[in-house]
């Protein structure tokens, strides 16, 4: 089995500041991870995912994310946040040979002016 | 042009009705999939399909009853409905399983009275 444990259902940062999302997983057998953004709504889109190859995962919009399976992490962060960085973020988890994918319980980012 | 788009946007039906969801991708991907994102935002994956057959069945309902007449086509019936269907279903796409990116329609809030 496997699962995604997002540390903090809301955060709240001013324009300009690092944005931090924390993302736990847990999974049995080598994981695939990714980062999803819901805008209000609309769907999810794909930010980035790690797949195996280089643990530093860069994704669209300026996000960055690092796997680090030592403490079975992927956390998602942004240098400068901006005004259009307010959604609700996802991180989930799949393998290979998995036809579905695990979400954590999201995260709401809300942007200071 | 749309990638993956569903119909209806909105859905407002009363208990007990009989209704469906229709979903339609144009990026040639093989897998099809149906998720379910309730009043908090958590997102579960409810079937996926891959050449037109059924991967999983997530211990959904058997009111639920998904079809997939071609691998462009995923249409969601729901028997009976329950004030509890309410929530908002999205479906998605990917070429394949595992570390593949999975495009999300725009979504159908169905409330149920």
């Known amino acids: 089995a496997q699962s995604v444990t997002q540390l903090g259902s809301h955060v709240s940062v001013s324009e300009g500041a690092l944005v931090l999302l924390r993302c736990n997983y847990s999974?049995?057998?080598?994981?695939?991870l990714f980062w999803y953004v819901q805008y209000p709504n609309q769907g999810l889109q794909l930010l980035l995912k790690?797949?195996?190859?280089?643990?530093l995962v860069k994704g669209i919009n300026g996000f960055e994310a690092e796997f680090k399976k030592s403490e079975t992490s992927f956390h998602l962060t942004k240098p400068s946040a901006h005004m259009s960085d307010a959604a609700e973020y996802f991180c989930a988890v799949s393998h290979s040979n998995d036809y579905k994918l695990s979400f954590g319980a999201g995260t709401t980012v809300t942007v200071r002016a | 042009d749309t990638a993956v788009s569903q119909t209806p946007k909105y859905l407002v039906t009363q208990m007990g009705n009989d209704k469906s969801i229709k979903c339609e991708q144009n990026?040639?991907?093989?897998?099809m999939y149906w998720y379910k994102q309730d009043s908090k935002k958590f997102l579960k994956i409810m079937f996926s399909?891959?050449?037109?057959?059924?991967?999983i069945n997530e211990t959904v309902p058997n009111r639920f009853s998904p079809k997939s007449p071609d691998k462009a086509h995923l249409n969601l019936h729901i028997n009976s409905l329950e004030l509890g269907d309410s929530a908002v279903y999205f479906c998605a796409s990917s070429l394949r399983g595992g570390d593949y990116e999975q495009y999300f329609g725009p979504g159908t809030r169905l409330t149920v009275t």
């Open positions: 990026l040639g991907h093989d897998t």
């Open positions: 790690y797949t195996s190859a280089a643990t």
């Open positions: 999974s049995s057998v080598p994981p695939y």
């Open positions: 399909y891959n050449n037109k057959e059924l991967i």
